[in-house]
């Protein structure tokens, strides 16, 4: 029973999110090819004068190589989470709320698309590593696996909670760009967070991206003067994924009461 009304749901909606997110073509091209153009961008123009943490043998586009896959997680789970106000609209989200399906297993199913999308297209963003300099050290390769699905699943946590209240697209994007864009950039995935007491420094210290972004550079460059451990970036990313899939649970057993 536990079975049917959880996990073959979970499976049945995950499959139904990847193959309507691979069937359109431009939120492929658009997840991939904005941050690549932003990297390509920034990183061609402080390479030059920008040294991240005063290591002369680190370029920008190596410090900011983390921070953009980042970015294409964060990116692809705007566009499949938007998925949530589509089916609204459609009326097959509330065909789902009547079903005698699990709470969570709409949350599940959302949250494994979302995160399989995210990791597979951050994973294809990690052919262009050699051109950023980044050594990939092997022996690390387990973590950097985990910090992707961690990240792409709270990723994917974030953009559900705002998506699920939402009746528009329109209202969706705005809150993704006034919430998530500043989460982002202050997550040390764009500039180095001061050190000290300073404001910015605090609010990068709070903010949950941080600790995601501190994982997948450790990752990929190997420990890091002044950041969070793997170990403790890992499980601060883990207890918010915890914490954005129960309240989504919560948030999608409400709306069932009233359905």
Not at 96 to 114: D, E, N, R, T
Request: glycine residues 10%; positive net charge.
């Amino acid at each position: 029973m536990t079975e049917m009304h959880l996990w073959r749901p979970a499976a049945a909606l995950w499959h139904r999110d990847v193959v309507r997110f691979l069937r359109q073509r431009n939120r492929i091209i658009s997840a991939l090819v904005t941050p690549l153009v932003f990297w390509v961008l920034l990183g061609a123009g402080f390479s030059p004068s920008f040294r991240p943490g005063g290591a002369e043998s680190v370029s920008y586009l190596t410090y900011f190589f983390p921070g953009t896959l980042v970015l294409i997680m964060l990116f692809t789970a705007i566009f499949s989470t938007i998925s949530v106000i589509e089916d609204r609209r459609e009326g097959f989200l509330q065909g789902v709320l009547v079903a005698p399906v699990s709470p969570g297993a709409i949350v599940l199913g959302k949250f494994l698309g979302g995160t399989t999308l995210a990791v597979g297209q951050a994973a294809l963003f990690c052919v262009l590593a050699p051109f950023a300099g980044i050594p990939f050290p092997l022996h690390l390769l387990p973590s950097l696996v985990a910090a992707f699905v961690l990240v792409g699943f709270s990723m994917t946590g974030l953009g559900f909670l705002v998506a699920w209240p939402m009746d528009s697209t329109q209202g969706f994007h705005a809150i993704m760009n006034v919430v998530l864009m500043p989460l982002w950039m202050v997550s040390g995935a764009l500039f180095p967070l001061p050190a000290g007491n300073s404001v910015i420094g605090w609010i990068g210290a709070l903010n949950p991206v941080t600790y995601g972004v501190a994982a997948i550079r450790q990752s990929l460059c190997g420990p890091v003067n002044g950041m969070p451990s793997i170990g403790l970036s890992l499980f601060v990313t883990l207890i918010f994924c915890i914490v954005a899939f129960a309240a989504s649970w919560m948030l999608v057993a409400r709306r069932r009461k009233v359905a």
